[in-house]
């Protein structure tokens, strides 16, 4: 049941987009413009996950991503990956434009789908691998296990729920897989610095809740171990506690019209499709919530570039997405 929930809530922010093509699976090998060599006794290196651990011996040179969001991580680091999985179904290689600089020269990679049933295994086979990463995924054991024989795969957190890892954890994590830790360190740390300068230049942060959302199945709330969250919460926001014992461990939940209240927080972030704005100018109950008579819900087209930032967060995307994402909200709470 929650597999079924987190495809489809991938699902829902990829009906919008354009439908990327599926190339061959004939690709270069992984490598960047620029990208560097693998720091001193970067390997062997063993990487910790949900079903165990994994050893990279060497230098990866063709990597596949199975999971969804790990593409920025590379390409920061001067890697090109020979594949990734698409769910924004927006950009050809599943390479937004926040990242395309990155590419160089170097052809965009094979696109991979995941319709919830999991990774293709026979396409990932194809492309012969080096190297598997699937950090922002669901993957099981069984999906482990066959895409382990096929090339060393690093799978997605245990200490988080699927689909829920950080952006700094899922960049040092590819650091390591590619062998420049320290650069990735680096990346982290800049990045880190974008969002505390934010911070400070707009203390009202701190002193304000705020609920990200979309309208998937009634009123879809994401919690406190969804990167979206967790952004939020860097930039000085808090979650309402109510909301957050409701949701509990889950990257989010569908919540009930009786729960509607719950949204009435200093600021709500929707991640609009079409019909968003007319539905909420419909529910009289959110109609009368003073965040919305106040006018301090902030809709945020889905099928925009920006839309993809707001859920693609990266050391790539955060610079574009923190330049129209912080002064909506600095409106919002003046």
Same mark, same amino acid.
């Given at each position: 049941m929650i597999r079924c929930l987190l495809a489809a809530c991938l699902l829902l922010l990829a009906a919008c987009g354009s439908g990327s093509t599926t190339t061959s699976p004939q690709a270069p090998q992984s490598g960047a413009p620029g990208g560097g060599t693998p720091e001193a006794a970067a390997f062997p290196v063993t990487i910790e996950h949900k079903y165990g651990s994994t050893t990279i011996k060497a230098e990866p040179k063709r990597i596949v991503l199975v999971g969804m969001m790990e593409q920025d991580a590379l390409l920061a680091l001067g890697v090109v990956p020979v594949a990734t999985t698409d769910w924004l179904k927006k950009h050809e290689g599943a390479i937004a434009p926040w990242a395309t600089a990155k590419l160089g020269n170097a052809p965009k990679p094979t696109v991979l789908t995941d319709e919830g049933s999991g990774p293709q295994m026979e396409k990932v086979a194809a492309l012969r691998p080096d190297a598997i990463i699937g950090l922002y995924s669901g993957l099981t054991q069984e999906?482990?296990?066959?895409?382990?024989?096929?090339?060393?795969?690093?799978?997605?957190?245990?200490? !988080?729920?699927?689909? #829920?890892? @950080?952006?700094?954890?899922?960049?040092?994590?590819?650091?390591?897989?590619? #062998?420049?830790?320290?650069?990735?360190?680096?990346?982290?740390?800049?990045?880190?610095?974008?969002?505390?300068?934010?911070?400070?230049?707009?203390?009202?942060?701190?002193? &304000?809740?705020?609920?990200?959302?979309?309208?998937?199945? @009634?009123?879809? !709330?994401? #919690? &406190?171990?969804?990167?979206?969250?967790?952004?939020?919460? &860097?930039?000085?926001?808090?979650?309402?506690?109510?909301?957050?014992?409701?949701? #509990?461990?889950?990257?989010?939940?569908?919540?009930?019209?009786?729960?509607?209240?719950?949204?009435?927080?200093?600021?709500?972030?929707?991640?609009?499709?079409?019909?968003?704005?007319?539905?909420?100018?419909?529910?009289? !109950?959110?109609?009368?919530?003073? !965040?919305?008579?106040?006018?301090?819900?902030?809709?945020?087209?889905?099928?925009?570039?920006? @839309? &993809?930032?707001?859920?693609?967060?990266?050391?790539?995307?955060?610079?574009?997405?923190?330049?129209?994402?912080?002064?909506?909200?600095?409106?919002?709470?003046?």
């Amino acid at each position: 049941m929650i597999r079924c929930l987190l495809a489809a809530c991938l699902l829902l922010l990829a009906a919008c987009g354009s439908g990327s093509t599926t190339t061959s699976p004939q690709a270069p090998q992984s490598g960047a413009p620029g990208g560097g060599t693998p720091e001193a006794a970067a390997f062997p290196v063993t990487i910790e996950h949900k079903y165990g651990s994994t050893t990279i011996k060497a230098e990866p040179k063709r990597i596949v991503l199975v999971g969804m969001m790990e593409q920025d991580a590379l390409l920061a680091l001067g890697v090109v990956p020979v594949a990734t999985t698409d769910w924004l179904k927006k950009h050809e290689g599943a390479i937004a434009p926040w990242a395309t600089a990155k590419l160089g020269n170097a052809p965009k990679p094979t696109v991979l789908t995941d319709e919830g049933s999991g990774p293709q295994m026979e396409k990932v086979a194809a492309l012969r691998p080096d190297a598997i990463i699937g950090l922002y995924s669901g993957l099981t054991q069984e999906q482990y296990d066959k895409l382990s024989k096929i090339a060393p795969t690093v799978a997605q957190p245990k200490d !988080v729920p699927d689909y #829920g890892i @950080g952006w700094q954890e899922m960049t040092k994590k590819v650091g390591q897989v590619v #062998g420049k830790p320290a650069q990735a360190d680096k990346l982290i740390a800049d990045s880190e610095a974008l969002i505390a300068k934010a911070r400070k230049d707009n203390p009202k942060f701190e002193q &304000s809740t705020a609920v990200i959302a979309t309208t998937w199945e @009634g009123y879809f !709330v994401y #919690g &406190s171990n969804d990167p979206r969250t967790r952004l939020l919460h &860097s930039l000085g926001f808090k979650s309402p506690q109510q909301l957050d014992k409701v949701i #509990g461990d889950k990257f989010g939940i569908s919540i009930s019209k009786e729960q509607t209240e719950m949204l009435d927080q200093n600021v709500v972030i929707w991640i609009a499709g079409p019909q968003t704005k007319e539905a909420l100018a419909k529910d009289p !109950v959110y109609s009368s919530l003073k !965040v919305a008579r106040e006018k301090r819900d902030i809709l945020i087209d889905e099928a925009s570039d920006y @839309g &993809s930032a707001v859920s693609f967060i990266s050391v790539l995307s955060l610079p574009f997405l923190l330049e129209k994402y912080v002064p909506q909200l600095a409106a919002a709470v003046k």
